[in-house]
């Protein structure tokens, strides 16, 4: 238990008649870096300004650092960086002002605080744009820059909530760079994020989390392991009422069916032989397959198996031709 | 469908966490060292603000200007001053009472945007000294007032009015104006904390500051209003500041003949009112901040 970093029990909050929390978990040891997964709304954000002193739970206790957030808040403010989903830099400033302002208020001499975002500037490419008004900055470098921010201080425990959401994909794979960079350097992190694969590139431990619970927790092959492995994904030259029974026998789970009729998904548990057997099976009951394809699981159908609901990535970058998206197919139990 | 990994476990915490083994870091107590630097540091951020966007500036530089010159020759055709005198010069110390006085709402829409913006978690996560967030805005307000007072007086100037009182008297004056106007910035810091944008908070300003700078003895004599106005006006802080200044300046003061306390007291009914003020505001300023940044 002494090694451990953040430390959350029961964890609860409500906002008048909503619920925020609903009594979390949380364990995430020295050096680890844990990935909180989970829709908008999940409590992703709330549990994080709990655990960054921002806000007071209303149940259980948290500590970080060692340090209870609530009775030794400002021990947990001088462990912590903060890089909060929302800008939190100030606009009329230049990127080194932003730095240098913040740096001091953490508690650096001015020499420090100087050569520290200087050394920041140029880890994150920001040098460039060092003396430019953040009005001027693009999304990707205001991330940079509020992650800069976090790390002033070097602090041993770092909280990034959502650090890509927004961002275009070239600035999300280097953010990414840069958030692995931290933890070559022995940080402890807490990131939130509403992609499954960004959790699944950074980090160690996942819990996925919805409605204020955690739903699920562990690595990401231990999430995927949970739902058996492999997924099945047939398209049929026309509709036809029975292929799922067809398929049912070598299935290991619900088959879900596109409105069409013409798409299925099935999680399958042993995928040697099992795409010739399947359309074999399909020929046999008369019915023609266009398309087989079998496909390692991915973290979206873990989220959606654990919350019966498709995350809002899976909805965004679904191809109706190729890949029949959770949102239109309907769960046909076997 | 199991998870092995998982243990939400919905059991009571325990009453007392258990043994910890608190990470090492230099400790910061919020010593008077550091209680200073953090305020330095939100002051020069607030400066730059001032320095970044002139524009906004307007408040202060602009409309006192404007002012100026409506009132001085708009009502300077129409009032006479009971005692003899030119208006112009009665007018001036007056008219640096109600600019600062209106601009003091700038203290409020300043921690207004601050509180609607991000800007103010950043500082809530470090462990620096929180009303430092207060001070160094009502500290920086003083260079905006010092701007007002500056515009006003020049134009004043430039129109004719002057002084008839030693340098030293004079700037005693300008400095009474200084800390009248910061004991009315925390007054104003209240009213951000409690406005939900920076429109409000100025809208609300306006409507508690204008009648303050208006009902009182800084443009028109009070002899001749109504003798609940009258009243009003003679208690009025602004017209103690007012009847300081003109005091100090060595201009046209009607008010010397008015028999309530403050208008024969004016400097030290003024440093009265400023402290009051203070000692009023800027507790429950901290309070109020404290709490608009609690959830």
Known sequence: MNDLMIEA?????????TVALDGIDLEVPAGAILGVLGPNGAGKTTAVRILTTLSMPDRGWAR??????????????????VTAQDATLDEVLTGRENLLMIGRLGGLRRVQARARALELLNQF???????????????????????????????????LDEPTTGLDPTSR?????????????GVTLLLTTQYLDEADELADRIVVIDHGRVIAGGTAAELKAQIGGARLELTLSEAHASASAAIGPFVAGPVRVSHDGRRLRAPVRNAVGLASTVVRALDEAGITVDDVELRQPSLDDVFFALTERPTDEAQDRAEPESEPSDADLEVARR | MSFTTVSPPRTPA??????????????????????????GVLTGRNLLHIKREPLQLSDVTVQPVLFTLLFVFVFGSGVVLPGGG????????????MNLTTSAMGTAVGLSTDLGSGVIDRFRTLSMWRPAVLVGRSLADILTAAICAAFVAATGLAIGWRPDAGAASILAGFALFLLFSYA???????????????????????VILFPLAIVSNALVPTEHMPVVLRTIANWNP????????????????????????????PVLASLLWSIALIAIFAPLATTLYRRRTTD
């Open chain 1, 9 to 17: 029990h029961n964890l609860g909050k409500r906002f008048g008649s």
């Open chain 1, 64 to 81: 970080v650092a060692g340090h209870d957030v609530v009775s030794d808040a400002p021990a947990v403010r001088r462990n912590i960086g």
């Open chain 1, 125 to 159: 490419d920001l040098v460039d744009a060092a003396d430019r008004v953040l009005k001027e900055y693009s999304g990707g470098m205001r991330r940079r820059l509020d992650l800069a921010a976090g790390l002033l201080t070097r602090p041993p425990v770092l909280f």
């Open chain 1, 173 to 185: 794979v280097r953010m990414w760079e840069v958030i692995r960079g931290l933890v070559a350097d």
């Open chain 2, 14 to 39: 325990p009453a007392s966490p258990g043994p910890v083994r608190p990470v090492a870091r230099p400790p910061r107590s919020h010593g008077l060292a550091q209680r200073l630097r953090d305020v």
């Open chain 2, 86 to 97: 030119s208006y112009k010069d009665f007018a001036i110390a007056g008219l640096l009472a």
């Open chain 2, 184 to 206: 009315l910035s925390w007054g104003c810091a209240c009213l951000g904390m409690v406005s939900k944008s920076p429109e409000s908070a100025q809208g609300i300003g306006l």
């Open chain 2, 238 to 265: 602004v017209s103690a500041v007012t009847t300081a200044c003109r005091q100090l300046f060595g201009n046209p003061n009607p008010s010397a003949t008015i028999h309530a306390w403050p208008m024969q007291h």
